[in-house]
């Protein structure tokens, strides 16, 4: 029978929730003797195999050696990652043998690492259903989905609404129970999702008399977190994804703990758990693990890196890209968070627009650029410093073309305004020769004239109709025409960045 915990005590200097039953004294509370240890690897929202920072911070191939350093103290080793695996990735854009990667070189990285058991994350429905079902398949690791199942409500192959990990111990059989929760802000035909707290709260209630422990693995807002850790008392830790700098809160009337990694692999939690085979929780202990190469590389893992990397590059190179090539060295930090740039001008976006209206410039003219900020799937900031034609396509890891549009101007008007009303969503636009004064738009200075003919430079993709709210914005409309096609967004990008930031 599992013991809820309803007292808890936070030890904030030293990362440490001390918890021990309601009424028992003190004195009475067990020994390290008559408990059993269990760590919990923990990272989130990871879209790289490789190091980032130019090779400063994360990597999986470091995390490897991590998990094993754990494994050398305690064999009861768990590790979890909270969703966002697939996708964005730069390298699963390349294609291979006639497809793109998809996720396929993530999977195969953690297979190797030892990864135990991960939840559902947004971006994993950025796949097709035939990728992502696919990427299920391949994996070694277990799939928790509490709250997200197929169009039918079945749970998907390869899942299960919760998981009991089990460890042997000279006092008896310690069990830990996995629960999830994923945020609903991918829709795709192929998936459903049920209410969050929900999910927790019935799965919790399903493993709670035949487990010592209930983790619940969250790819959710902070904010709803918070709400799990008050509302399902019954979880004993909350470990995350989503946002993308580590957290670290105590929520509830006991005080749950909520903690977030930082994103691809910059740190790692690590979470040590005392648990006693009758009573239940004991201590919980939490590190944040900085991932930097003072960690080196597991070899194994370090093979099979290279190995996808190389297989992407020469994908690249065959579109016609250098992905080792530096282009600039930057003087700042580019922002390029889906939580900043689908909600507000960044320095990237305003980049991006820029490099759009240069290269339509110079090759027939434009009044102004504009483009929707979900193409952008980098969601991590580039650091100051040497940027390759590899983070270009990080950034942009969908390509497509730079293109001119003659647009009326009551029709741009529309467009620029839905943009607004499409914030919080990759349909929020960003654009550069556009203002807004008292609510009304501006170009390059002079209030839009909504009988004038406006050329615009933008994304062939964003003048296809195919973004929240823009339908009409197409060469179907008799007030949008297609003028000319140019290069490749991304080259537009690396010329601007030349442009800007010399070598």
Not at 56 to 69: D, F, N, V, Y
Not at 377 to 403: H, K, M, Q, S, W
Not at 416 to 426: D, E, K, M, P
Request: aromatic share 6%.
């Amino acid at each position: 029978m599992r013991r809820l915990v309803p007292l808890v005590l936070v030890f904030a200097l030293a990362g440490c929730t001390a918890v021990r039953p309601a009424g028992e004294p003190v004195a009475a509370s067990l020994g390290a003797d008559s408990t059993v240890a269990v760590t919990i690897l923990h990272v989130n929202d990871v879209y790289e195999i490789t190091p980032m920072e130019n090779g400063r911070s994360g990597g999986l191939a470091r995390l490897a050696t991590l998990r094993k350093r754990l494994l050398a103290e305690t064999p009861h080793v768990v590790t979890v990652l909270p969703g966002d695996f697939y996708s964005p990735s730069a390298l699963g854009t390349a294609r291979v043998d006639g497809r793109a990667l998809a996720g396929r070189q993530m999977v195969a990285v953690l297979n190797l690492l030892g990864l135990d058991a991960v939840t559902f994350g947004n971006h994993e429905f950025d796949l097709s259903e035939a990728d992502f079902r696919a990427r299920v398949a391949e994996s070694r690791f277990a799939y928790v989905a509490s709250n997200v199942t197929g169009a039918d409500g079945q749970p998907f192959p390869g899942t299960a609404r919760h998981r009991v990990v089990t460890f042997a111990s000279p006092y008896g059989p310690v069990r830990v129970g996995l629960v999830s929760a994923t945020i609903n802000s991918t829709l795709k035909p192929y998936v459903r999702y049920s209410d969050p707290i929900e999910g927790l709260r019935r799965e919790a209630a399903a493993v709670r008399d035949s487990v010592q422990a209930i983790v619940a693995l969250t790819h959710l807002a902070i904010a709803q977190d918070i709400v799990a850790a008050a509302e399902v008392p019954a979880l004993d830790l909350v470990l995350g994804g989503h946002e993308h700098e580590n957290v670290r809160l105590y929520r509830g009337a006991d005080f749950t703990p909520i903690l977030k990694a930082d994103a691809n692999g910059r740190t790692a939690y690590v979470h040590r758990l005392r648990i006693h085979p009758r009573r239940g929780l004991v201590s919980v202990a939490s590190e944040l693990v900085v991932i930097t190469e003072a960690i080196p590389d597991d070899a194994a893992v370090a093979a099979e890196v290279q190995r996808w990397v190389d297989m992407a590059y020469a994908g690249f190179r065959a579109a016609g890209f250098e992905p080792t090539s530096r282009v600039a060295t930057l003087p700042v930090p580019l922002e390029g968070r889906e939580s900043a740039t689908r909600n507000t001008d960044t320095n990237l976006g305003g980049l991006i627009a820029e490099a759009f209206y240069h290269e339509a410039a110079a090759r027939g003219g434009a009044d102004l650029a504009v483009f929707n900020t979900g193409s952008i799937r980098l969601d991590d900031v580039l650091a100051a410093g040497p940027i390759t034609e590899y983070d270009v396509i990080r950034v942009l890891p969908f390509g497509g073309n730079v293109v001119t549009a003659d647009v009326r101007g009551a029709t741009l008007d529309s467009v620029l305004t839905q943009g607004v009303a499409n914030r919080g969503s990759g349909g929020w636009l960003q654009h550069y020769g556009v203002t807004r004064e008292g609510g009304a738009w501006r170009i390059n200075g002079a209030p839009i004239d909504p009988a004038r003919t406006y050329q615009v430079a933008t994304s062939d993709f964003l003048v296809s109709g195919r973004e929240t709210g823009l339908g009409y914005f197409s060469p179907r409309n008799p007030n949008v025409r297609l003028t000319a096609t140019h290069r490749d967004v991304r080259r537009a990008v690396i010329e601007e960045l030349q442009r800007r930031y010399s070598q």
